[in-house]
């Protein structure tokens, strides 16, 4: 079992930066894709962004530019540095992992495994 834990969230105002961490357990962290996810109210879970084992990435539309996601396998954290914040940026914003060692990353929320409990981030304009 996979543990995911995420943390960095809270409140900026509009055009200000975050950056969200994951920390994920497991020896075969290397060897795992990651994604962030988001859900706003009344909103589907949809992808912001995501990381392959090889450093292949996914950037949504609406963050690319501001958003950078990197790894660190040595401490077996993944991050989410967000900048330029905007109001429609407000969510909670999910980490989730997969085993793959493979160069795929993954954008749909079915294709992760587990879950982190989510962290809030809220964007105030």
């Known amino acids: 079992q996979v543990q995911v834990v995420e943390s960095g969230g809270g409140l900026v105002q509009a055009g200000g930066s975050l950056k969200l961490s994951c920390a994920a357990s497991?020896?075969?962290?290397?060897?795992?894709?990651m994604g962030w996810f988001r859900q706003a109210p009344g909103k589907e879970r949809e992808a912001v962004a995501a990381?392959?084992?090889?450093?292949?990435?996914y950037y949504a539309d609406s963050v690319k530019g501001r958003f950078t996601i990197s790894r660190d396998n040595a401490k077996n954290t993944v991050y989410l540095q967000m900048n330029s914040l905007k109001p429609e940026d407000t969510a909670v914003y999910y980490c989730?992992?997969?085993?793959?060692?493979?160069?795929?990353?993954?954008?749909?929320?079915?294709?992760?495994?587990?879950w982190g409990q989510g962290t809030q981030v809220t964007v105030s304009s």
């Open positions: 990381i392959g084992s090889t450093y292949y990435r």
């Open positions: 497991g020896r075969t962290f290397s060897s795992y894709a």
């Open positions: 989730a992992a997969r085993s793959d060692s493979g160069v795929n990353v993954y954008t749909r929320p079915t294709s992760y495994d587990y």
